[in-house]
C-alpha cells in the first residue's frame, strides 16, 4: 500500500444477509462522508428479502450521486464469499469494507486517507482499520470498542512473537493489489473466523494497524455472527492463534485434524479449566448483549452463569464497559450521517 489514494478510487463493499432493517443505516453513512467514496458495491449472501428492490431505491432517492451496485449470490455461502463477490464486482483500486449492521462516522474515511498519505514508516501498510463505539441495536453508545495494533512498532512486536492481529472488520481499509495478491478472503480453511486469518496474510504484505479514533459504530445484537457462530470461530481462532505461533518459530502449521489431536494430549484439568473459560466467555457475550438491547431479565442470568464459569472476564468486561461509557460520546442522531 503506496500513500497515492483518492476518495474516489475507494469501493466500499457492503456484505448483507437478510438485514433491511439495518442496512440503511449502513448506505446512509457511506455516502454521507466527508470524503464520498467513488462506489458502493451491496454483496447480498442469497437473502430471502427483497435486499435488491431496497439497494435499488436507495440509490435512485438518496445516494447523492454516488454509484451504488448490488450484486448477488445464487446461493448462502458465508461472509468471506460475499465479500470476495462484492470485491470481484467493484471497480476501485482500494476496497474498504462495512457490514450491513455497522455505521461509519462522517469522517471515518477521511481520517483513514489522511493517515495513508501521510505515512512514513519502514514498512508499507497493508490494512487500515480504526477504534469503534459498541452501539446496541438502537445504535445507543456502550462502550469504545478498541482493539489491535495502533503503530508499527506493535505491529512489529506482534510479527515477532507469533501474535494475532485485530481491526473491527466494517473500519478496514486496504488495496486491492494487496487483495488479489492474497487471493481475496479463503472461504473453507478457518471458516467464520476467516476475516483473522486474512489480517494475518496481510501482515506478510505490510503493516496491519489501527488508527486508535472511535470511528465506526459497532452493533451488538442478538443474531449477529459473533454470537450465532461462536463456537465456530472460537475453534478456529484457536488453531490460527496456535499457527501463528508456530509461524513464529520455523514451525509448519496445523491442519483441523492435526489441532484436534494436539488438544486431546492436554492433561485432562487442563483442558477443563480451558472449556470452563470458554464457556464463560460465550454466557458474557449472550448476557452483555441481552443486556445492553433492553432483555435484562436474561441478560442478568446469563451474565450470573458466566460470573460463575469466569469471574475475571466479567469484571473486567464490566470495568471496561464504564471506562469506555464515560469516554464515549452520546448516540449519533439522524442528520448527523450515520443514518
Same mark, same amino acid.
Not at 54 to 75: C, K, P
Not at 220 to 246: C, I, P, Y
Given at each position: 500500500?503506496?500513500?497515492?489514494?483518492?476518495?474516489?478510487?475507494?469501493?466500499?463493499?457492503?456484505?448483507?444477509?437478510?438485514?433491511?432493517?439495518?442496512? %440503511? #443505516? !449502513?448506505? /446512509?453513512?457511506?455516502?454521507?462522508?466527508? &470524503?464520498?467514496? $467513488? *462506489?458502493?458495491?451491496?454483496?447480498? +449472501?442469497?437473502?430471502?428479502?427483497?435486499?435488491?428492490?431496497?439497494?435499488?431505491?436507495?440509490?435512485?432517492?438518496?445516494?447523492?450521486?454516488?454509484?451504488?451496485?448490488?450484486?448477488?449470490?445464487?446461493?448462502?455461502? %458465508? #461472509? !468471506?464469499? /460475499?465479500?470476495?463477490?462484492?470485491?470481484? &464486482?467493484?471497480? $476501485? *483500486?482500494?476496497?474498504?469494507?462495512? +457490514?450491513?449492521?455497522?455505521?461509519?462516522?462522517?469522517?471515518?474515511?477521511?481520517?483513514?486517507?489522511?493517515?495513508?498519505?501521510?505515512?512514513?514508516?519502514?514498512?508499507?501498510?497493508?490494512?487500515?482499520?480504526?477504534? %469503534?463505539?459498541?452501539?446496541?441495536?438502537?445504535?445507543?453508545?456502550?462502550?469504545?470498542?478498541?482493539?489491535?495494533?495502533?503503530?508499527?512498532?506493535?505491529?512489529?512486536?506482534?510479527?515477532?512473537?507469533?501474535?494475532?492481529?485485530?481491526?473491527?472488520?466494517?473500519?478496514?481499509?486496504?488495496?486491492?493489489?494487496?487483495?488479489?495478491?492474497?487471493?481475496?478472503?479463503?472461504?473453507?480453511?478457518?471458516?467464520?473466523?476467516?476475516?483473522?486469518?486474512?489480517?494475518?496474510?496481510?501482515?506478510?504484505?505490510?503493516?496491519?494497524?489501527?488508527?486508535?479514533?472511535?470511528?465506526?459504530?459497532?452493533?451488538?445484537?442478538?443474531?449477529?455472527?459473533?454470537?450465532?457462530?461462536?463456537?465456530?470461530?472460537?475453534?478456529?481462532?484457536?488453531?490460527?492463534?496456535?499457527?501463528?505461533?508456530?509461524?513464529?518459530?520455523?514451525?509448519?502449521?496445523?491442519?483441523?485434524?492435526?489441532?484436534?489431536?494436539?488438544?486431546?494430549?492436554?492433561?485432562?484439568?487442563?483442558?477443563?479449566?480451558?472449556?470452563?473459560?470458554?464457556?464463560?466467555?460465550?454466557?458474557?457475550?449472550?448476557?452483555?448483549?441481552?443486556?445492553?438491547?433492553?432483555?435484562?431479565?436474561?441478560?442478568?442470568?446469563?451474565?450470573?452463569?458466566?460470573?460463575?464459569?469466569?469471574?475475571?472476564?466479567?469484571?473486567?468486561?464490566?470495568?471496561?464497559?464504564?471506562?469506555?461509557?464515560?469516554?464515549?460520546?452520546?448516540?449519533?442522531?439522524?442528520?448527523?450521517?450515520?443514518?
Amino acid at each position: 500500500m503506496t500513500g497515492s489514494i483518492e476518495p474516489a478510487a475507494v469501493s466500499v463493499v457492503v456484505p448483507t444477509f437478510n438485514d433491511l432493517e439495518r442496512i %440503511g #443505516d !449502513a448506505l /446512509a453513512s457511506l455516502v454521507a462522508q466527508s &470524503a464520498r467514496p $467513488g *462506489e458502493i458495491v451491496v454483496s447480498d +449472501d442469497a437473502s430471502v428479502e427483497d435486499v435488491e428492490g431496497f439497494v435499488r431505491e436507495f440509490a435512485q432517492r438518496d445516494a447523492d450521486g454516488i454509484s451504488v451496485r448490488y450484486v448477488r449470490l445464487q446461493t448462502n455461502s %458465508g #461472509d !468471506a464469499a /460475499a465479500r470476495n463477490a462484492g470485491i470481484a &464486482a467493484s471497480s $476501485g *483500486e482500494w476496497i474498504a469494507i462495512c +457490514d450491513s449492521d455497522d455505521v461509519w462516522a462522517p469522517n471515518k474515511l477521511e481520517r483513514q486517507i489522511e493517515f495513508i498519505r501521510g505515512w512514513s514508516g519502514r514498512r508499507p501498510i497493508a490494512l487500515l482499520g480504526t477504534y %469503534g463505539y459498541n452501539v446496541n441495536d438502537a445504535r445507543r453508545v456502550i462502550s469504545t470498542a478498541a482493539m489491535g495494533a495502533t503503530s508499527e512498532r506493535e505491529y512489529e512486536d506482534i510479527r515477532r512473537r507469533g501474535g494475532l492481529f485485530f481491526a473491527i472488520h466494517s473500519s478496514i481499509v486496504y488495496s486491492r493489489a494487496d487483495y488479489d495478491a492474497l487471493g481475496g478472503y479463503r472461504t473453507e480453511e478457518y471458516g467464520a473466523a476467516n476475516e483473522f486469518e486474512m489480517f494475518c496474510r496481510m501482515a506478510e504484505r505490510g503493516v496491519v494497524m489501527n488508527l486508535p479514533e472511535p470511528l465506526v459504530y459497532y452493533r451488538k445484537r442478538a443474531g449477529s455472527m459473533q454470537l450465532d457462530l461462536f463456537w465456530e470461530r472460537h475453534r478456529n481462532v484457536t488453531r490460527l492463534a496456535e499457527n501463528q505461533r508456530r509461524r513464529a518459530r520455523g514451525e509448519p502449521p496445523l491442519s483441523r485434524e492435526q489441532f484436534v489431536a494436539q488438544l486431546a494430549r492436554e492433561p485432562a484439568w487442563r483442558r477443563l479449566m480451558r472449556n470452563k473459560r470458554v464457556w464463560g466467555m460465550y454466557w458474557y457475550r449472550r448476557g452483555a448483549t441481552d443486556m445492553i438491547n433492553g432483555r435484562r431479565l436474561h441478560g442478568a442470568s446469563e451474565l450470573a452463569l458466566a460470573s460463575v464459569l469466569d469471574s475475571a472476564r466479567l469484571r473486567h468486561g464490566v470495568g471496561n464497559a464504564l471506562r469506555g461509557r464515560r469516554r464515549a460520546l452520546p448516540r449519533p442522531e439522524r442528520g448527523d450521517g450515520v443514518g
